[in-house]
């Protein structure tokens, strides 16, 4: 009979765990390996990213299909020439992330690390155009 009380106690346990495995549950993954060994550019406080890694992105992307950029030898003609519009790593990262116009966002295709990335690489191979 005194047994009820028992059982409402491990109700409650186990609501507890259902909720805390419904809260969590949004992590997300960066991938590594794009660690570099030598830290010699400190020019530009704004780009976190690793404009080497950016490069690669740049092209693997599909920027270089719309966008002019000289270091990448990309020629695409549908958005700004980046060689002339020389956007900060911050416009970059915006762009990108959310897209604007019928430039389309990126935010589901790259990781956060290599949108930093790209940024750092456009807008240093911009500006040295
Ligand atoms: C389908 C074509 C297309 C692709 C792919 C594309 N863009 Fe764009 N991009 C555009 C267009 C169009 C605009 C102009 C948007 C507007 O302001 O209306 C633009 C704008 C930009 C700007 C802002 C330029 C400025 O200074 O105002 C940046 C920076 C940029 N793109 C970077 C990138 C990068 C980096 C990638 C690759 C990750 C990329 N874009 C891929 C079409 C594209």
Same mark, same amino acid.
């Given at each position: 009979? !005194?047994?009820?009380?028992?059982v409402?106690?491990?109700?409650?346990?186990e609501e507890?765990?259902a909720?805390?495995?419904?809260?969590?549950g949004?992590?997300?993954?960066?991938?590594?390996?794009?660690?570099?060994s !030598?830290?010699?550019?400190?020019e530009?406080p704004?780009?976190?990213g690793d404009a080497?890694a950016?490069k690669q992105?740049?092209?693997?992307? !599909?920027c270089?299909a719309?966008?002019?950029?000289?270091?990448? !030898?990309?020629?695409?003609?549908?958005g700004p020439?980046?060689d002339?519009?020389?956007?900060?790593?911050?416009?970059?990262v915006d762009l990108?992330?959310?897209g604007?116009?019928a430039?389309?966002?990126f935010?589901?295709k790259l990781s956060?690390?290599?949108?930093?990335?790209?940024?750092?690489?456009v807008?240093s191979?911009a500006?040295?155009?």
């Open positions: 009979m !005194g047994a009820v009380v028992w409402t106690g491990t109700q409650e346990v507890a765990h909720s805390e495995a419904a809260g969590g949004s992590t997300t993954e960066t991938p590594s390996g794009t660690e570099t !030598g830290e010699t550019t400190t530009a704004a780009a976190a080497e950016g992105v740049f092209e693997s992307a !599909g270089a719309c966008h002019t950029l000289a270091d990448a !030898g990309a020629t695409g003609t549908v020439s980046l002339q519009t020389k956007p900060s790593a911050a416009v970059v990108v992330t959310n604007r116009g430039m389309p966002p935010a589901d956060e690390t290599q949108i930093q990335d790209v940024a750092a690489y807008s191979a500006a040295a155009s």
